[in-house]
T-cell receptor, first 116, second 114 residues
């Protein structure tokens, strides 16, 4: 199984709503990532979890709150978002062990978020 | 300064033409990793290849080939006999000592017309 799944595929929310994005992988990977991608731009790294601990936070506003309940799951909790937060949110995973030499990231299909 | 430069914003070719996508990178690390990803209109980034800095061998996979040249800090991607299904945005990426952090280029949009 080389798949990263994300739910929901599409999400429309108001600025006062609270919602969560979910990501799951069953490849035994120990690193998981959240990216934000605006149209016609490359993905921007938001958070990295390594062995279920937050290892990188790219100065993301606190209205985005990541959570890694276990090594297979990654959530992104959203609260009080702004219209400019509308984007494609991509989850990815990788082995997380550089000693293997395999650090390619595998991406999920993304959640297309619209904030009204 | 950008760590990964993809100077070609958009390329249009006719089916069966060969096309090369350029990628130039910048790093001071002696160990680093280079990647190519494909992003079709559906949105999912598809991993194509990883190349380690200590392995300069070029690689061929079907119609795809990659040319890694440390002397020019380039990692170019060639599609031979392009097909309409190759239409997508292609990203080149670099990771360094912090191997979990990827630096993506701005992407090259490839349009293959029938």
């Amino acid at each position: 199984d080389t798949e990263v799944t994300q739910t929901p595929k599409h999400l429309v929310m108001g600025m006062t709503n609270k919602k969560s994005l979910k990501c799951e992988q069953h490849m035994g990977h120990r690193a998981m990532y959240w990216y934000k991608q605006k149209a016609k731009k490359p993905p921007e790294l938001m958070f990295v979890y390594s062995y279920e601990k937050l290892s990188i936070n790219e100065s993301v506003p606190s209205r985005f709150s990541p959570e890694c309940p276990n090594s297979s799951l990654l959530n992104l909790h959203l609260h009080a978002l702004q219209p400019e937060d509308s984007a494609l949110y991509l989850c990815a995973s990788s082995q997380g062990q550089i000693t293997t030499g395999y650090n390619e990231q595998f991406f999920g299909p993304g959640t297309r978020l619209t904030v009204l | 300064a950008q760590k990964v430069t993809q100077a070609q914003t958009e390329i249009s070719v006719v089916e069966k033409e060969d096309v090369t996508l350029d990628c130039v990178y910048e790093t001071r690390d002696t160990t680093y990793y280079l990647f190519w990803y494909k992003q079709p209109p559906s949105g999912e980034l598809v991993f194509l290849i990883r190349r380690n800095s200590f392995d300069e061998q070029n690689e061929i996979s079907g119609r795809y080939s990659w040319n890694f040249q440390k002397s020019t800090s380039s990692f170019n991607f060639t599609i031979t006999a392009s097909q309409v299904v190759d239409s997508a945005v292609y990203f080149c990426a670099l990771s360094e000592n912090n191997f979990n952090k990827f630096y993506f280029g701005s992407g090259t949009k490839l349009n293959v017309k029938p």
